[in-house]
């Protein structure tokens, strides 16, 4: 004998659930798949937001408070509003100013440097047939490498009794006082900077050169184009969108990593001789860490947000470029 179901939700004449006036979103979700899978994926979309904006948005927020504050790491009393004193303080502060000039040249330096070396090794390797993994592989290393062992190979190389010097002393040149110079120091740290990330650069330009039509040199060929003419009016401008990436993401590297390569690479380990090499993280690590002057490193933080959000958006403008052929 069948068993009657005696739910409140079911029909005991047509014998099917019974169709709610106003369901609930728990019965939508009980009783309709659509409802469950547009659960599930709103809920992985929410995790990762969540969890950004614990790490990013937060501590963002909060450095901004903190540079408006008189923020002792040290004292544990009241943390008074001090409105902008830290960034009056900072701008007066020479040794900021100077970590500021010198990370827009590791900026400049860097980002020119390493997109002319990554495309132009990305443009002989598109070039070739034979060993192109073995020549990425090559090339692609010191990118993994550790920045620290590469800081203190460059440092070993550019010492006052290292390979270099010894090389210019047999060719007839005089010795040359490089990292102990405030003049040649920060460029030498800008070349291990730049060589290390020839490899990134490389592997973004291959990617975009293998997305140019082969018929667009074809054509340029028909017309009686030079090599240096399809390179600047084909190639180019068909790479605009991988420059544009590749100098932004550039230009928030040079930043991060001009923290360690000066500490390992400068003569004092704190952006030495006389802070010709001192970047603007090192100058918040000093005074956070070795200062223990929060307020006032907080503010050299936003000082830094605004330049790199700056230059980001000036990026934009002048090299995004749309081009159809």
């Given at each position: 004998?069948?068993?009657?179901?005696?739910?409140?939700?079911?029909?005991?004449?047509?014998?099917?659930?019974?169709?709610?006036?106003?369901?609930?979103?728990?019965?939508?979700?009980?009783?309709?798949?659509?409802?469950?899978?547009?659960?599930?994926?709103?809920?992985?979309?929410?995790?990762?937001?969540?969890?950004?904006?614990?790490?990013?948005?937060?501590?963002?927020?909060?450095?901004?408070?903190?540079?408006?504050?008189?923020?002792?790491?040290?004292?544990?009393?009241?943390?008074?509003?001090?409105?902008?004193?830290?960034?009056?303080?900072?701008?007066?502060?020479?040794?900021?100013?100077?970590?500021?000039?010198?990370?827009?040249?590791?900026?400049?330096?860097?980002?020119?440097?390493?997109?002319?070396?990554?495309?132009?090794?990305?443009?002989?390797?598109?070039?070739?047939?034979?060993?192109?993994?073995?020549?990425?592989?090559?090339?692609?290393?010191?990118?993994?490498?550790?920045?620290?062992?590469?800081?203190?190979?460059?440092?070993?190389?550019?010492?006052?009794?290292?390979?270099?010097?010894?090389?210019?002393?047999?060719?007839?040149?005089?010795?040359?006082?490089?990292?102990?110079?405030?003049?040649?120091?920060?460029?030498?740290?800008?070349?291990?900077?730049?060589?290390?990330?020839?490899?990134?650069?490389?592997?973004?330009?291959?990617?975009?050169?293998?997305?140019?039509?082969?018929?667009?040199?074809?054509?340029?060929?028909?017309?009686?184009?030079?090599?240096?003419?399809?390179?600047?009016?084909?190639?180019?401008?068909?790479?605009?969108?991988?420059?544009?990436?590749?100098?932004?993401?550039?230009?928030?590297?040079?930043?991060?990593?001009?923290?360690?390569?000066?500490?390992?690479?400068?003569?004092?380990?704190?952006?030495?001789?006389?802070?010709?090499?001192?970047?603007?993280?090192?100058?918040?690590?000093?005074?956070?860490?070795?200062?223990?002057?929060m307020g006032l490193a907080s503010a050299a933080t936003v000082v830094?947000?605004?330049?790199?959000?700056?230059?980001?958006?000036?990026?934009?403008?002048?090299?995004?470029?749309?081009?159809?052929?």
């Amino acid at each position: 004998m069948e068993q009657l179901n005696t739910s409140p939700d079911y029909d005991k004449k047509d014998r099917k659930p019974k169709k709610r006036q106003n369901p609930s979103f728990l019965y939508k979700m009980r009783n309709n798949y659509k409802y469950q899978k547009y659960f599930f994926i709103i809920i992985c979309l929410l995790l990762p937001l969540i969890f950004y904006i614990g790490i990013r948005i937060l501590p963002t927020l909060f450095t901004f408070n903190v540079g408006f504050r008189e923020w002792n790491l040290l004292s544990t009393g009241e943390r008074p509003f001090v409105g902008l004193s830290n960034f009056v303080t900072l701008f007066q502060d020479e040794v900021f100013l100077k970590s500021l000039l010198n990370t827009f040249i590791y900026i400049v330096i860097g980002v020119i440097g390493q997109l002319t070396l990554g495309i132009t090794v990305a443009l002989l390797l598109h070039k070739i047939n034979r060993f192109v993994g073995l020549f990425r592989v090559i090339y692609f290393i010191p990118y993994v490498t550790s920045i620290v062992a590469i800081s203190w190979i460059f440092q070993w190389l550019f010492m006052s009794n290292g390979f270099v010097n010894d090389l210019l002393i047999n060719l007839g040149f005089s010795q040359q006082p490089f990292l102990n110079s405030p003049d040649q120091a920060i460029f030498v740290i800008s070349a291990a900077m730049i060589w290390q990330s020839i490899g990134f650069q490389m592997v973004l330009f291959l990617a975009g050169l293998s997305n140019i039509p082969e018929m667009l040199y074809e054509a340029a060929d028909i017309d009686g184009a030079t090599p240096w003419q399809k390179f600047w009016h084909v190639t180019v401008p068909l790479l605009n969108p991988t420059i544009v990436f590749s100098s932004i993401i550039g230009m928030i590297t040079f930043i991060q990593v001009s923290f360690t390569q000066v500490v390992n690479m400068s003569m004092d380990g704190s952006g030495g001789p006389l802070n010709s090499t001192i970047s603007v993280v090192v100058y918040i690590y000093q005074t956070a860490f070795q200062q223990y002057d929060m307020g006032l490193a907080s503010a050299a933080t936003v000082v830094l947000f605004l330049f790199i959000m700056g230059l980001t958006i000036f990026q934009m403008k002048v090299l995004t470029k749309k081009f159809d052929y």
